[in-house]
Nanobody, 123 residues
Framework: QVQLVDSGGGLVQAGGSLRLSCSAS????????MGWFRQAPGKQRELVAA???????NYADSVKGRFTISRDNAKNMVYLQMNSLKSEDTAVYYC?????????????????WGQGTQVTVSG
């Protein structure tokens, strides 16, 4: 099992940047595919980005070129650097994980979830 704690959300003006962090417990972090999802009010949860232990990534089309997912396997951490933020990026962001291969695109692919961190983009 793995426990996830995500952090780093906040209020930022449009065009600004934030970095989200997710800390994972356990000694087999490298075995997990990590993802960031978001859910805005009245909308379905959607994948923002995912990363394998080897560093392969995928992104939602809406964030390509603006967001970067990364991980530090030695520290059991995964990050989401968000630049050029837009009002439509406002949502609760969740770190997620599953043990296995590939780059899961659906929430049902993931077994473990953080508690969520609010990102609000004004303007």
């Amino acid at each position: 099992q793995v426990q996830l704690v995500d952090s780093g959300g906040g209020l930022v003006q449009a065009g600004g940047s934030l970095r989200l962090s997710c800390s994972a417990s356990g000694r087999t972090f490298i075995a997990y595919v990590m993802g960031w999802f978001r859910q805005a009010p009245g909308k379905q949860r959607e994948l923002v980005a995912a990363i394998t232990s080897g560093g392969s990534t995928n992104y939602a089309d809406s964030v390509k070129g603006r967001f970067t997912i990364s991980r530090d396997n030695a520290k059991n951490m995964v990050y989401l650097q968000m630049n050029s933020l837009k009002s439509e990026d406002t949502a609760v962001y969740y770190c997620a994980a599953y043990r296995g291969y590939g780059l899961g695109r659906k929430g049902s692919d993931y077994d473990y979830w953080g508690q969520g961190t609010q990102v609000t983009v004004s303007g």
